[in-house]
């Protein structure tokens, strides 16, 4: 047993055991880490916003001279602060409206380049693949489980008969996508505790 002799492991080890510690209950020792992990995720949320938009994008242009190049942004950001008047807080409407106007256009554009238009694709498969059974078993439950899915989510039509039978089978499409997700945020958040147990016995304690 090797005791690490660095401070910023000792450090580390502390906060995760005092996050740790509310397994047994609320106290002291996780409200203080817990404030700690708030308060610095919002500097370095406030320091990128700072070195990586404000900055390159309305400071630096402006101590150039290039004011025309960022008159527009500069407007709007402004524009945002009068919602803390309360006489002129309607001018930040003007700028709110861009913003969720930008902000709309580009996630519907996003959505269908990046979601809907490769999923689409991934779905025109062979149902035949000569001499490979395995690659067509799973064109088939693709296939089919995707039209069988969108299936389920048509609202127009009476779920019943032949159609409620496709809808069920959809459900089971659904149910087993719905467990494998959770089934993998479950490994994913084992694997992070197993790397802080790892840690605190290899790095901090030298046990293992």
Known sequence: MHLSTSIWVWIAAFFTLAIFSFLYKDNPFYRFAESVF?????AFAFLNLWFFDVKPKLWD????????YVI???????????????????????AIAFTVGMGAGLGITGMIQGYLVPQLK?????????????????????????IFTITYFYFSKPIKGKFGVAAKIGIIFIMVAFGASFGYTIMARVSLLIGRV???LHTWLGMV
């Open 38 to 42: 708030v308060g610095s995720s919002a």
């Open 61 to 68: 242009p402006i101590a150039k001279g290039n004011i025309l």
């Open 72 to 94: 527009i942004p500069l407007i709007l950001s402004i524009l945002m602060l009068t919602r803390f008047i309360p006489k002129i807080k309607w001018l930040s409407r003007w």
């Open 122 to 146: 991934g779905t025109f498969l062979p149902l035949w693949v000569p001499g490979n059974l395995a690659t067509t078993v799973n064109n088939w439950l693709l296939v089919f489980g995707t």
């Open 198 to 200: 790892y840690f605190l």
